[in-house]
């Protein structure tokens, strides 16, 4: 342990907890978790517990499991498995709660605990503080040596997923698709899963290994070069990459180009339409391409937030623009895997996937990072509430939800937001043309740059 590893005030982010191992990370905290989710839940509940495939995965599970099993309730061991079979599994069997051990698409020296509701979404904000409390203030409540709960394994449930899947997209077979699971918690799903659905597929990095020896497992175009190359040489129709734990899925057209996040999150959207969620860092391709056949609810950054929105709003659709979408008629655990299958459904309906990406409105995408302190930021984004929205002229909305989120008449967009984890505000927009985006990009920057 060295110095900076003092008890800190919150454990949980922006979507569950996760650091390095040995710091932030340890057993003793899963142990902790356990014991203060089974204190939380009350004894006699059912907790579903997987894991992705990182190397320090079993030893979280073990301390988590003996935590949740000493407050008396019991453990429904899914092992191997990538978040949404988590979600899924903890709806289906009916259980309390599930918690998926994972640190997502971060380097594989991090992990993390992510906790689940019975109906498959993820613990709010003030769920993570009760839990958060009774770890800082220790108030476990252990059961007695005759009421210790029990272990059970629903390994088995991975089989009904994949059919509910198949069933619940129906796709019409024939088409190829690579697919790069990262050596992460998917490699034993989607490449049968899509198998069994008829795609002709080709496989990338799909035996689970906690080193990530083919890549990162951050699903970015940097680290997906060599599913374009493959795309393109074996003439698929299709590449699909998820993340470390599969809760995304990012897509590579037939011509292997990347295909851009936000257009990729908009051509779901339309095709689904009505009122779709998504939150304030998306682009304005997703209002655009929407016109018409729904409407767009923004919400914080964060999938929580869309779930959360999409069970207020009765909404059809919601996803974040880094590839992580919730389809409620399935579950509200957000699903690379159904992603991926609805997405290769629509390329075989509709397709090519370059051809229905050009149809979706492009804003050229700019992003940037300026330092600020994190004891300045709260001045910083209030002088930005206030002052930042007159510098424009044709502001037609403005959100306030997370940051400063402006939309201009033409379409162009900017969002100024203090980042959760780092001593930086962002700056992200998107203009109707790339000198545009330049000239927000300056004039935010200029703004900023006066202001500290
Ligand atoms: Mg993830």
């Known amino acids: 342990m ?12 922006t979507s569950g907890i996760r650091g390095k191992i040995g710091y932030a990370i340890t057993s003793e905290l899963a142990l902790k978790m356990g014991r203060a989710l089974s204190t939380l839940l009350g004894p ?34 899914l092992g191997l498995a990538p978040t949404p079979l988590v979600g899924y599994a903890t709806k289906k069997m009916g259980a309390d709660a599930g918690v998926m051990i994972t640190a997502s698409h971060n380097p594989p020296q991090d992990n993390g605990l992510k906790v689940w509701n019975s109906n498959g979404m993820a613990y709010r904000p003030h769920q993570e503080k009760a839990l958060e409390e009774i770890i800082f203030k220790e108030k476990f409540s252990l059961a007695p040596w005759d009421s210790i709960g029990e272990v059970k394994d629903i390994k088995n449930i991975s089989q009904r ?52 020896p083919g890549r990162m497992p951050e699903p970015s175009a940097a680290n997906l070069q060599d599913l374009m190359k ?9 590449g699909i990459a998820h993340d470390g734990d599969a809760d995304r899925m990012v897509a590579v057209d037939e011509n292997g180009e990347f295909a851009d996040f936000d257009k990729l999150l908009s051509l779901m959207a339309s095709e689904i339409g009505g009122c779709v969620v998504t939150t304030v860092d ?22 929580v937030h869309v779930a959360y929105a999409i069970a207020k709003y009765k909404a059809s659709f ?23 299958l609805k997405l290769i459904a629509l390329v075989k309906n509709k397709g090519p996937l370059s051809k229905l990406l050009n149809d979706i409105p492009s804003f050229p995408t700019m992003r940037e990072v300026i330092n600020c302190q994190e004891s300045q930021k709260n001045k910083i984004m209030k002088k930005t509430r206030e002052e930042f929205p007159h510098l424009f002229s044709d502001v037609c909305e403005s959100n306030l939800k997370d940051g400063v989120r402006l939309s201009l008449e033409n379409g162009s967009w900017v969002l100024i937001r203090p980042s959760g984890t780092e001593s930086y505000i962002r700056i992200t927009l998107g203009g109707k043309t790339s000198a545009e985006a330049q000239k927000i990009m300056d004039k935010s920057k200029n703004f900023l740059g006066d202001l500290l």
């Open 2 to 13: 060295d110095s900076d590893d003092h008890k800190p005030q919150r454990l949980f982010g």
């Open 44 to 77: 006699g509940c059912r907790v579903v517990v997987g894991y992705d495939s990182r190397t320090t995965n079993q030893m979280l599970e073990k301390a988590l499991s003996a935590g949740i099993l000493e407050g008396g309730c019991d453990v429904l061991l």
């Open 161 to 212: 997923y994949i059919n509910d899947l198949i069933d619940f997209v129906k796709l019409e077979p024939g088409l190829k698709v690579v697919v790069d699971c990262a050596n992460g918690a998917a490699s034993y799903i989607s490449p049968f899963l899509l198998r069994k659905a008829g795609c002709d597929v080709i496989t990338l990095n799909s035996q689970p290994d906690g080193f990530f």
């Open 230 to 238: 493959m795309v393109k040489a074996t003439h698929a129709d299709i």
């Open 282 to 303: 998306a682009s304005s391709s997703i209002d655009m391409a929407l016109k018409g056949k729904g409407n767009v609810i923004r919400t914080k950054v964060g999938d």
């Open 318 to 340: 919601g996803g974040e623009p880094s590839g992580t979408w919730i389809h409620p008629d399935f579950c509200m655990c957000p699903d690379g895997i159904l992603s991926a």
